[in-house]
Nanobody
Framework: QVQLVESGGGLVQAGGSLRLSCTAS????????MGWFRQAPGKEREFVAA????????NYVDSVKGRFTIFRDNAKNLVYLQMDVLKPEDTAVYYC???????????????????WGQGTQVTVSS
């Protein structure tokens, strides 16, 4: 049973930084792409970033490019989302996600991901 647990959310002022962490268990972490999504109140869940199993390839939504960095530590079964220069529009619940297939690359497509964490709230005040 794959389990994903996020941590690191909180309240931060605009321009500040947060680092989200996601720990994974239940299968060989290093064999799978990992992704981050977010959902703001009243909006659809949207892609934020994804990273290939080795960390050699990453993918970001345009709105976070240059501000967010996804990286992973396969020895610790952890994936991170470093968020800098945060904006009020980044306010959302952030979810860690993993695909069913080890052949899935760092996809931005929500339906490519089968496993989800419980989410962690990020609130950016103006």
């Amino acid at each position: 049973q794959v389990q994903l647990v996020e941590s690191g959310g909180g309240l931060v002022q605009a321009g500040g930084s947060l680092r989200l962490s996601c720990t994974a268990s239940g299968r060989t972490f290093s064999s799978y792409t990992m992704g981050w999504f977010r959902q703001a109140p009243g909006k659809e869940r949207e892609f934020v970033a994804a990273i290939s199993r080795t960390g050699g390839s990453t993918n970001y939504v345009d709105s976070v490019k240059g501000r967010f960095t996804i990286f992973r530590d396969n020895a610790k079964n952890l994936v991170y989302l470093q968020m800098d220069v945060l904006k009020p529009e980044d306010t959302a619940v952030y979810y860690c996600a993993a695909p069913q297939s080890l052949f899935t690359g760092p996809s931005a497509t929500l339906t490519d991901y089968a496993y989800w964490g419980q989410g962690t709230q990020v609130t950016v005040s103006s």
